[in-house]
């Protein structure tokens, strides 16, 4: 029923071993943190197609899976963006570009990405392949 000083909420955050700021966050509704698997949000590039496993790009973390049908990639050249990623071929084999090389990644192999590293991926084989990745911050 009172509004504490910060003095008094450092001295309790400690007394309970938390974090200052926690006594400060809003209540958030966690249903709105699940998604499931036929309500996730899908975006279309060309032909490529993502679907999120996030709930949205709020926050600082986004998860994502790339679809990458045969003979396709996911640019024709090599970009880069701020976010650091970590990625793993859930399904197929794919070529990733990594600056000036080229790597080839099974099924159940996995790579990161860091940022602002120049970067593509390319599906030049008989079987789609899928991805799923991680980015932070979100950079899709």
Not at 44 to 51: C, D, P, T
Not at 95 to 109: A, C, H, S
Request: aromatic share 8%; no cysteine.
């Amino acid at each position: 029923m009172a509004n504490p000083s910060i003095q008094t909420l450092k001295v309790l955050a400690k007394a309970l071993n938390v974090p200052t700021f926690s006594f400060l966050l809003e209540e958030s509704n966690t249903e709105e943190l699940i998604v499931r698997h036929n309500e996730r949000k899908q975006m279309v590039v060309e032909n490529l197609s993502y679907e999120l496993l996030s709930p949205d790009f709020t926050g600082t973390l986004a998860t994502a899976i790339m679809n990458v049908p045969p003979n396709s990639s996911s640019s024709e050249k090599l970009l880069e963006h701020k976010g650091e990623e970590v990625a793993y071929v859930l399904q197929g084999k794919i070529k990733v570009y990594l600056n000036d090389q080229e790597y080839i990644l099974d099924t159940g192999d996995s790579v990161k990405i860091p940022a602002y590293m120049k970067h593509k991926w390319e599906n030049h084989f008989e079987e789609h392949a899928s991805i799923l990745f991680s980015v932070t911050p979100p950079a899709f």
